[in-house]
């Protein structure tokens, strides 16, 4: 029985005007043995390594991975059923992208 549970593993970041895109992540293997202890906590690492080769662009990331950053964040935050299921995205105003996103990851994900 599918219970739609969640636990909050990273946060990504995304600017149009300074095509600022990053994310940090963090899989609690405790939290998630908790909710699912059929879940493969390698395969879930496998896959948000993946999220992150995409969010930086590099090369070995396919196609996904070599569009402009705004297509990118695009396509890391659409809805999908998959393991690994983001949130909304959520506007907002910052100087400091890189602080930004590790005071997020600090209060959503640690």
Same mark, same amino acid.
């Given at each position: 029985m ?34 699912c ?7 879930? $690492? !496998?896959? #948000?390594? &993946? ?8 090369k070995?990331?396919?196609?996904i ?8 964040f ?21 100087k400091?992208? $890189? !602080?930004? #996103?590790? &005071? ?7």
């Open positions: 599918e219970r739609e549970e969640f636990i909050n593993v990273g946060v990504g970041i995304f600017s149009k005007s300074t095509r600022f895109i990053n994310m940090r992540y963090h899989l609690d293997k405790n939290k998630l043995k908790a909710i202890p059929d879940c493969d906590p390698e395969e879930i $690492e !496998k896959n #948000l390594e &993946s999220f992150k080769r995409i969010c930086a662009g590099e070995d990331a396919g196609p991975g070599q569009m402009d950053a705004a297509s990118r695009r396509w890391l935050t659409a809805t999908r059923s998959s393991v690994i299921q983001t949130s909304q995205t959520h506007p907002g105003f910052s400091d992208l $890189e !602080k930004t #996103l590790n &005071s997020l990851f600090e209060e959503m994900v640690l």
